[in-house]
């Protein structure tokens, strides 16, 4: 099983910053990427960045965050974090972490964390 615990969220005004940090708990699984993704009230959830956990660690931006978010992984810690900064009051909602992991018999899957608040003040 994997299990993913984030930390992180909380409330910020305009402008500020926050990180985000998702911690995979993980036996006899690879795992092959981890993402953001975000949730506000009435939407769909959306992809915020992506990055693999391997090889060139390839990152992929939303493009409403692209200049403003950094993410990366940490394959030591399996640990993904999310850097956001010039944070918008748009940006406010629940992000979850993903991570797509393979286990020993090669059969790919997905897990989500249960989400952090992230609230910006205008």
């Known amino acids: 099983q994997v299990q993913l615990v984030e930390s992180g969220g909380g409330l910020v005004q305009a402008g500020g910053s926050l990180r985000l940090s998702c911690t995979a708990s993980?036996?006899?699984?690879?795992?092959?990427?981890m993402g953001w993704y975000r949730q506000a009230p009435g939407n769909q959830r959306e992809l915020v960045a992506t990055?693999?956990?391997?090889?060139?660690?390839?990152?992929i931006y939303a493009d409403s965050v692209k200049g403003r978010f950094t993410i990366f992984g940490d394959n030591a810690k399996n640990a993904v974090y999310l850097q956001m900064n010039s944070l918008k009051p748009e940006d406010s909602a629940v992000y979850f972490c993903?991570?797509?992991?393979?286990?020993?018999?090669?059969?790919?899957?997905?897990?989500w964390g249960q989400g952090t608040q992230v609230t910006v003040s205008s």
């Open positions: 993903k991570a797509i992991v393979t286990n020993m018999a090669r059969v790919r899957s997905m897990y």
């Open positions: 993980v036996s006899d699984f690879r795992i092959d990427a």
């Open positions: 990055t693999t956990m391997s090889g060139s660690g390839s990152t």
